[in-house]
């Protein structure tokens, strides 16, 4: 299994752009954890730490399909000089205020972070397209890609933890603005990604450039929904488990420990199912992972219910824990099978922009599962919140099943718009030879 996947890093220049990207997106997942950490030591209000993340999350939101945009039509390269510091000195710059300067400063400081922090990871998907023309191995990549996701989201709270108990809080965000923003520019400088050429759009589009358009953004906003859908079952199952553990008496604090569970088994999952090949569209092998995960998701009630009908405290914790895990293994094959559906319906010059607008809608999606949970859990009881993820899940497999004709429609004419912009020459650059 592992040598699959060493075959992807053995491509040329993979694993000097794989590594510092890595790297880049470990700090990203410790942004939220370290603002917080670093706030709270600072005798911050719990309100104003929590705010600070997520206007942090905010910013990104917004500015990594901009960035992304950027990166696509001037080259990823000579983006990340400059955001890759911008964005880890603005960090810097709230972990070395966190204890003076004005609330609104702080706000300011983590909203322009998150606008400035790049889409690295949307940045490392597309930089596979340039790497290989292999379908199996492109999908591997996807997979790759999705599994280091999930890993890097245990780590990253992981390694915030283990700074601040060793140097202090605010240290632990100063470590993680450094990570940030060195990894963004050592991204940048791998020669795979100094390599690749802006892909401006062109003045002069093929015929009926405008129509195709329409149609593929409303099949993209379809499977974009459908990926927020599915980001939005990961946060309410926090909240739901949390909630569940409360009900039965147990520690709510176990709640992160369980919802653990299910991210390894996401990581086992995805490891697996990249491991190997496997036939079919993308949009079969996406519908055929949303029913399996939905099914998975379906049963984590039955773990309160046998609580209720007489099964112990201690054996409940076991049982819910054992259907976590077993739910995450169609986590990440899911994940990557959507990366790999909206790489299908994106033209080349515009993959970095795609797949930045998949994080932010994967903010949003997790954003709104997360407050719909709380608010319903209070007064439906712990079965329903528990039941809500796979209700996500099932209405992103009926959006993406009433889409179907259209995201066929949109995956044809991205291939047809990379043919013919690679048959043909663009008049700027052919110009500028001369």
């Known amino acids: 299994m592992l040598r699959s996947y060493a075959e992807l890093l ?21 942004v939220p954890l370290a603002l917080l950490l670093a706030l709270v030591q600072s005798d911050r209000p719990v309100a104003v730490a929590g705010g600070a993340g997520a206007v942090y999350a905010l910013g990104n939101a917004v500015g990594g399909p901009l960035i992304g945009r950027l990166m696509d039509r001037r080259g990823p390269a000579s983006v990340l000089r400059i955001t890759g510091p911008v964005a880890g000195g603005l960090l810097a710059a709230a972990a070395l205020g966190a204890s003076r300067a004005p609330t609104g400063v702080l706000f300011a400081a983590a909203c322009c972070a998150g606008l400035a922090t790049a889409p690295v990871g949307a940045s490392a998907r597309a930089m596979w397209q340039d790497l290989t023309e292999d379908e199996e191995l492109r999908k591997r990549a996807y997979a790759f890609e999705s ?6 989201f245990v780590l990253g709270p992981s390694a915030v933890s283990a700074l601040g108990w060793l140097l202090g809080a605010r240290s632990a965000l100063l470590a993680t603005a450094v990570l940030l923003g060195a990894g963004a520019v050592g991204y940048g400088q791998a ?26 953004g409303a099949a993209a906003l379809s499977v974009l929904a459908a990926i927020a859908l599915t980001a939005a079952l990961s946060s309410a199952l926090a909240v739901a488990v ?10 709510p604090e176990l709640a992160g420990s369980l ?3 299910q991210s390894v088994g996401s990581v086992v999952g995805g490891l697996l199912y990249g491991a190997r090949n496997h036939g079919g569209s993308t949009f079969r092998r996406y519908v055929r992972l949303l029913v399996i995960l939905t099914l998975a998701l379906a049963v984590l009630p039955s773990a309160v219910l046998a609580h209720r009908a007489g099964l112990s405290e201690a054996w409940t914790l076991v ?5 976590l895990a077993l739910s995450g293994l169609p986590m990440a094959p899911a994940g990557a099978e959507e990366f790999q559906l ?3 319906m994106t033209a080349r010059h515009r993959m970095t922009e795609a797949f930045a607008g998949v994080g932010s809608f994967i903010a949003v999606g997790g954003a709104v599962g997360s407050a719909l949970t709380g608010a319903i859990a209070d007064t439906a009881g712990p079965v329903t919140a528990l ?8 209405a992103a497999l009926l959006l993406t099943l009433a889409a179907r004709r259209p995201i066929a429609a949109a995956v044809a004419a991205a291939r047809e718009e990379d043919r013919v912009r690679s048959a043909t020459p663009d008049p700027e650059s052919h110009s500028h030879e001369h």
Do not use: F, N
Not at 10 to 16: D, E, H, M, N, Q
Not at 242 to 251: D, H
């Open 342 to 344: 909206i790489g299908d």
């Open 319 to 323: 049982l819910l824990g054992g259907l």
């Open 191 to 216: 020669g795979i990604v100094r390599r690749r050429a802006p892909m401006p759009r062109r003045a002069h589009e093929p015929g009926g450039a405008a129509g195709r358009d329409t149609r593929r």
């Open 259 to 261: 919802v653990a569970l």
């Open 10 to 30: 053995r491509l040329p220049g993979a694993s000097a752009a794989a590594v510092p990207a890595a790297l880049a997106r470990l700090a990203g997942t410790m």
């Open 387 to 394: 039941t809500l993820p796979a209700a996500c899940t099932c």
């Open 147 to 152: 599994t280091l996701s999930e890993l890097l």
């Open 242 to 251: 949390t909630v569940a553990l409360r009900a039965q008496g147990s520690a």
